[in-house]
């Protein structure tokens, strides 16, 4: 007798359902490892802006990433009261936003550290989306240490927001400063999967780490924020920077900016809202506490 081994089974229920399974793991072969170079804009060229500092912060098991330092007008020739940890954009430079931060903190005594991820500006290795989040809490860490007991803010726009939400979910902060955030995976599937069936959003969308998950990580955070959103954002359309705000369980403000695209720059009125909410992120967390008051009187008897 002779046996023919089949290497299908007979159904062709099952055989539809085994062709589907391979091509859906051929797929997330084929276009997972892509997300990085799908979604990470990085640029590498040598950058210093005056009035910034530059060092390494270590990090485990990887090579260390760097940070820009920058003070605000208030903190000049005085220790500050408060530090910002700035997260930066997909396609943007802690050189550029350690300033421009600094700058938006204006008469508020704050020190700001911003961050390079790995394979941005001069911080080496691939920029890999896996290598954000161990980055971001190694730069954390690194400015507690600096800090004490001194309250610690975390501020980011677009992507930058990602890495913010994962540290405030497991660290404490003072408050929050959310620009046009989005909900990464979930944006992928929903905004790009209908033209190609979430044959390719699907791979991509599993390939965003948890620790960047935003709606997982924005109901675990309570410290108040201000939360920025633009309202004619083609890059982040506002329904999902929306989501993610409504996750949120810390008190909130918001500035709207209805007429804003991604990167447009902050202009009044909303300028004069965005600093109303940053006087109000600095009354819940600086004024109101006893050791940013003893800072404070030791500066003013220097």
Not at 134 to 148: H, N, T, V
Not at 225 to 240: E, R, S, W
Not at 268 to 276: D, F, H, L, R, V
Not at 277 to 301: I, N
Request: charged share 20%; net charge positive.
């Amino acid at each position: 007798m002779i046996f023919v081994v089949r290497l299908f089974p007979r159904s062709r229920k099952r055989r539809a359902t085994i062709v589907v399974v391979l091509l859906g793991y051929t797929l997330l072969m084929t276009f997972g490892g892509c997300a990085d170079r799908l979604i990470l804009y990085p640029s590498t060229g040598p950058l210093r802006l005056a009035g910034t500092d530059r060092f390494e912060v270590p990090v485990a098991g990887a090579r260390p990433v760097e940070v820009w330092v920058a003070r605000s007008e208030g903190a000049s020739g005085r220790e500050p009261e408060a530090f910002a940890l700035e997260f930066i954009g997909n396609a943007s430079r802690a050189e550029y936003m350690a300033a421009a931060a600094a700058a938006e903190w204006g008469g508020r005594p704050v020190e700001v550290w911003s961050v390079n991820y790995p394979g941005y500006g001069g911080s080496p290795g691939p920029a890999r989306l896996a290598s954000i989040a161990p980055a971001a809490l190694a730069a954390y860490d690194a400015l507690k240490s600096r800090a004490g007991t001194r309250p610690i803010f975390l501020t980011g726009q677009s992507l930058g927001t990602t890495a913010a939400l994962h540290v405030a979910a497991n660290r404490p902060v003072a408050g929050m400063v959310l620009a046009s955030p989005p909900p990464l995976r979930d944006m992928i599937l929903k905004r790009f999967g209908w033209w190609n069936l979430w044959l390719l959003a699907g791979p991509v969308a599993m390939n965003v780490p948890a620790p960047l998950d935003s709606l997982r990580n924005a109901p675990k955070v309570t410290a108040p924020a201000v939360f920025v959103l633009t309202g004619k954002d083609t890059v982040v359309p506002l329904k999902y920077q929306s989501k993610v705000a409504d996750a949120y369980r810390g008190p909130t403000r918001y500035v709207r900016r209805a007429d804003a695209e991604h990167n447009d720059l902050l202009e009044s009125p909303a300028a004069t809202e965005y600093q109303a909410a940053l006087d109000w992120l600095w009354d819940q967390a600086v004024r109101l506490s006893p050791t940013t008051a003893r800072v404070a009187a030791g500066s003013s008897e220097e």
